[in-house]
């Protein structure tokens, strides 16, 4: 599973790392988080605020810190 944290570094998209960290680790789950802060490799996605999550190239959450309860129910849903 490749898990995209997408956004410019702000301190959402670092929150956002934070919590796809601590969900991955609480559900044990073999997982590669990538950071991706390039705004056109984040506009190739259609998105257009950040920070938003992508699950196997998929858009999951876009323009909000998603909690860490949310992240873990859209990473099960994939599994």
């Keep these: 599973m490749k898990i995209g944290i997408l956004g410019t570094g702000c ?3 670092k929150k956002l790392t934070q919590n796809v960290e601590e969900a991955v680790k609480e559900l044990n789950i073999d997982a590669e988080i990538l950071k991706v802060t390039n705004i056109n490799e984040i506009m190739n996605y259609g998105v257009m ?10 858009v999951k959450s876009a323009g ?3 909690g ?3 992240i873990k129910k859209i990473l099960l849903s994939g599994v």
């Design 11 to 13: 301190p959402k998209c």
């Design 49 to 58: 605020m950040t920070p938003a999550l992508a699950v196997d190239g998929e």
């Design 64 to 66: 909000k810190v998603a």
């Design 68 to 70: 860490k309860e949310e």
